[in-house]
């Protein structure tokens, strides 16, 4: 006997034609492959990237595919387009996008500056709303609150959907005096080149040679660090800003925002947190670990290996441990880790489907 097919959402038009912009970054690979595992109902995926990686052979299924340079006419008969690149070149590209009638997906958080543009993570979204909860498509949650009028969205950072998700259901257990949150930032979110940067620097170090700073300006290897250095491409404040501000927009009020500062781990993948939070009444670490449970996350057993970078890697899951602090009366552990590549690429999916699930037949416009 065949296995019964999800059921298919109100506004359900069938098969999409998909662009991933940024194809062969770290975002891209694990959108497209999430994509075809999550079985995404798109009939035609099309790869595209800068011109440097224009030409790069790649596979769409079993079908053999290039990465292409995106060109005037990439986006002509689009559905949706997800952006995975560098902030540049979505800004450089987005447009273009949008004037085709495609919907949008923004991964790179270059458009979250747009007023238009709305940050949005499904997981949240059915957990504030689960009565709201549109059914499940190819093992992909649609989402709630659709909007009509959407046509392009930002995907929300990976940390701040762990922590508005834990948070959102500790303070639904009990009242929260006080939480302070430090997230530990893996190089895989600089992409390719802040891994190879900090893959690079180990072997420098070890065999006694100058290291390249061109991603951070700072050993990174071996190290951990509050702040980038002077010619750094990016920043850590800029990291903690956006974090805070998706985690303001997801959460809608019904968790409180915690202090928040952000390091830099020498880690390749996945996020890990260490959540400290008071209780305003009496309750338990079992309690607590209740109340976390459930969808997308799972409390891992003293008997099994602890939440880390490395048993993260690869899971569609939140790992979690809690503990009770050892000096303070009322106060508590929480440790999380969990992969952002893969959470950034199923929030993108899920929110893809939200959009066309509010989009007539046919192209997206």
């Known amino acids: 006997m065949s296995e019964a097919r999800p059921s298919r959402p109100a506004g359900w038009h069938g098969l999409h034609r998909v662009a991933i912009v940024g194809a062969s970054t770290l975002k891209g690979k694990e959108l497209k492959e999430t994509l075809e595992d999550r079985n995404f109902p798109s009939g035609d995926v099309i790869l595209l990237d800068d011109d440097d990686a224009q030409g790069q052979l790649d596979a769409i299924g ?20 997800f952006f995975a690149s560098n902030e540049d070149f979505t800004l450089k590209t987005w447009k273009q ?19 238009t543009m709305r940050v949005r993570s499904p997981w949240l ?23 009509l009028e959407a046509t392009a969205v930002v995907a929300a950072h990976p940390a701040a959907t762990m922590l508005a998700l834990l948070l959102t259901r500790l303070t639904r257990a009990v009242p929260l005096r006080t939480a302070s949150a430090i997230v530990f930032d893996p190089v895989s979110e600089q992409g390719k080149r802040g891994m190879d940067e900090l893959h690079q620097q180990t072997l420098n170090l070890l065999s006694f040679q100058t290291m390249p700073k061109e991603i951070y300006d700072m050993q990174v290897a071996f190290n951990m660090l509050s702040r980038y250095g002077e010619e750094a491409k990016a920043s850590l404040e800029q990291v903690t800003d956006r974090i805070a501000r998706h985690f303001t927009h997801i959460t809608r009020g019904k968790a409180p925002l915690p202090a928040l500062q952000v390091l830099q781990a020498p880690t390749f993948h996945a996020h890990a ?44 899951e939140v790992l979690v441990s809690l503990r009770a602090d050892r000096s303070q009366s009322r106060g508590f552990w929480l440790w999380a880790a969990g992969d952002n590549l893969k959470i950034s690429a199923i929030t993108a999916l899920e929110c893809a489907l939200a959009l066309a699930a509010g989009r007539p037949s046919g192209k997206i416009q």
């Open 62 to 81: 079993d079908e053999v595919t290039f990465i292409q340079a995106v060109a005037r006419d990439s986006f002509d008969d689009v559905d949706l387009v």
């Open 97 to 115: 996008a949008q004037k085709s009638g495609a919907g949008i997906v923004d991964l790179s958080y270059a458009l979250e500056v747009e007023r």
């Open 125 to 147: 979204e059915r957990e504030l709303r689960p009565e709201a909860a549109m059914p499940v498509v190819g093992g992909l949650g649609v989402g709630v609150g659709v909007d």
């Open 273 to 316: 947190l260490s959540l400290y939070f008071e209780p305003e009444g009496k309750t338990t670490v079992t309690e607590l670990q209740a109340a976390v449970t459930g969808d997308h996350v799972t409390v891992v057993a003293q008997d099994e290996d602890g939440p880390s970078n490395v048993t993260a890697a690869g899971q569609e």
